[in-house]
């Protein structure tokens, strides 16, 4: 009892303190109270841990500034709503926020994010992407899907099928909500220009525009400088129109992602169209998106009577008119 009589002491001598002075205890009241609001407010302010950086915020056209701020709040953009209408209706007597996609490429404070939306501030920065040439298909999905949050990989595979070798390799500048659609007719519309300044070339060469584009897609491959294109789509061309097989190892990277130094015996008796070593022509189709000089070299072919080429491990390429001078070729620059 001794130690609860000591405690209530304690407890009753605390309460007669602040009693007697009463301005110390209103003063202490009101830090509380302004602790406690600076706290909640902080609360209220900061921008949310998983803010939605480099993504894509749609706002419905015709939504209320009470269905906005909901939508923000659920987008992890905003911590409150309610502080969200309260800025808007200060910053504007007319508080309709406009309407659209807003890109946000960095976490803003919720006085930002209010000012943005209701000034129509969408963020929307064209986008820089360059697309190598020679690249597949699956490989300019994978490179805009790394570069664009909203892009949906399999989604533009599906639109782009059948259309390996006509999505021209190219720089592009896009805006962030672009959706795969627009990407692939943008790419589509690209390769149609460009080849329109080949065409009285083409209708001479007598090949169909699909050949030129799948020889163009080998020589992509195969040669390594700009120089040796026009040589070895002659080359591969002679090939064809002696009923001799076209033998490109570069198809293998298409087949089975192997190049010359690692293909396998194994490897050229694979039961696939663009086996160019057990099938003879050219392969069913594309084995990538070529380049304008490609597709040059594919319609204007260096006119020879080689038959054979190699290129040493430091690129340079070798060429021969017959089998024996293609073996000693190899012993030279290969062996």
């Not at 500034?65 to 800025?87: N, Y």
């Not at 064209?126 to 990989?153: P, Q, R, W």
């Not at 020889?215 to 090939?239: F, P, Q, T």
Request: net charge negative.
């Amino acid at each position: 009892m001794e130690e609860e009589d000591f405690q209530f002491k304690k407890y009753t001598n605390v309460f007669n303190f602040f009693i007697s002075n009463k301005q110390l205890f209103v003063e202490l009241c009101v830090v509380f109270i302004f602790v406690g609001m600076t706290l909640w407010g902080s609360y209220l302010l900061h921008t949310p841990r998983n803010f939605p950086t480099k993504r894509i915020i749609h706002i419905e056209q015709g939504s209320s500034l009470t269905e906005i701020s909901r939508a923000l709040e659920k987008e992890s953009v905003i911590t409150s709503p309610f502080v969200f209408k309260t800025i808007a209706h200060f910053l504007e007597k007319d508080t309709k926020a406009q309407a659209g996609d807003y890109f946000f490429d960095e976490p803003l404070s919720v006085f930002e994010i209010t000012k943005r939306i209701t000034h129509g501030n969408f963020n929307l920065v064209l986008v820089k992407i360059t697309i190598l040439e020679g690249s597949t298909v699956a490989e300019i999905a994978t490179l805009f899907e790394a570069k664009f949050s909203e892009f949906n990989k399999t989604h533009f595979l599906e639109i782009a099928k059948g259309s390996e070798g006509y999505l021209f390799p190219d720089t592009y500048l896009f805006l962030p909500n672009i959706t795969e659609k627009q990407v692939f007719e943008e790419l589509r519309k690209n390769f149609d220009e460009k080849i329109i300044t080949l065409q009285e070339e083409i209708n001479v060469s007598e090949q169909t525009l699909e050949n030129i584009v799948i020889m163009a897609s080998l020589v992509e491959k195969e040669a390594w400088k700009e120089k040796d294109r026009k040589l070895i789509s002659g080359v591969l061309w002679n090939r064809i129109n002696i009923g001799m097989p076209l033998q490109v190892d570069a198809s293998f990277l298409y087949i089975n992602g192997k190049n010359t130094y690692t293909l396998t015996y194994d490897d050229l008796k694979i039961d696939s169209p663009y086996n160019t070593y057990k099938h003879k022509g050219l392969p069913v189709g594309p084995i990538c998106n070529p380049s304008l000089s490609a597709l040059k070299a594919a319609v204007l072919p260096s006119e020879s009577d080689n038959l054979f080429y190699l290129a040493d491990k430091s690129g340079n390429t070798y060429y021969a008119l017959d089998f024996e001078g293609h073996k000693k070729n190899r012993r030279l620059y290969l062996d």
